[in-house]
């Protein structure tokens, strides 16, 4: 059964701090990405991978950064957290980069900065 | 700009009535639609997607969405909503050479009455 898992539920950071979210499949999957959820916002791309170490901004990357050293992890990095950083964060994987294929997503990490 | 917009933000119904969320999109050519549904704390599952062909496609759950060429519409239906049907419902869409990224709706929350 196809597993997008999340190294944290719930996490509470204080301004400035550096914070590493994990993401793991088991899939074999060539595509992940991370996403940030905000209500009335929806999801919102913020880096994604099509393969290890390559790496392509999505649409809200400021503040952001990721690593992808191995096929099936795929972390995101908030250099210095911020307050307007609180939200849910999901990690998704897709087989390929080809358009029609499914997103598989983990359950999401909670954020508060304060 | 490409954009997808779930034009109601929450919808109620009773159980056992028919349901049918909103969903345009603005492309410049045929995309790849999708839809998801997010339970409470969970991440999201995908219930039907549209590549081509046959406009009205059938999903998991009971749920269908028929794509609309002249309208820019890809609305997901249900006959008769469940109480376990309440859930956040997005709208997605991708493009065959975009390294399978989405663009997602705002979201449609819906409530179930007994």
């Known amino acids: 059964d196809v597993k997008v898992t999340q190294s944290s539920r719930y996490l509470v950071k204080r301004t400035g701090e550096k914070v590493f979210l994990e993401c793991v499949q088991d899939?074999?999957?060539?595509?992940m990405f991370w996403y940030r959820q905000d209500p009335g916002l929806g999801l919102r791309l913020i880096y994604f991978?099509?393969?290890?170490?390559?790496?392509e901004k999505g649409d809200i990357p400021e503040g952001y950064s990721v690593s992808r050293e191995k096929k099936e992890r795929f972390s995101l990095i908030l250099e210095s957290a911020s307050t307007n950083q609180t939200s849910m964060y999901l990690c998704?994987?897709?087989?390929?980069?080809?358009?029609?294929?499914?997103?598989?997503f983990g359950p999401g990490t909670r954020l508060t900065v304060t | 700009a490409q954009s997808v917009t779930q034009p109601d933000i929450h919808i109620t119904v009773s159980e056992g009535a028919s349901l049918e969320l909103r969903c345009n999109y603005s492309?410049?050519?045929?995309?790849?639609l999708f839809w998801y549904v997010q339970s409470p704390g969970q991440g999201l599952q995908l219930l039907l997607k549209?590549?081509?062909?046959?406009?009205l496609v059938q999903g998991i759950k009971g749920f269908e969405a028929e794509f609309k060429r002249s309208q820019s519409s890809f609305n997901l239906r249900k006959p008769s909503v469940h109480w376990s049907d309440a859930a956040e419902y997005f709208c997605?869409?991708?493009?065959?050479?975009?390294?399978?990224?989405?663009?997602f709706g705002a979201g449609t929350r819906l409530a179930v009455h007994p």
């Open positions: 997605a869409a991708g493009e065959e050479e975009g390294y399978n990224k989405l663009i």
């Open positions: 991978s099509y393969d290890v170490k390559m790496k």
């Open positions: 998704a994987s897709s087989f390929t980069t080809s358009g029609d294929n499914e997103q598989y």
């Open positions: 549209y590549f081509s062909g046959d406009t």
């Open positions: 899939m074999d999957h060539e595509n």
């Open positions: 492309y410049g050519a045929t995309p790849y």
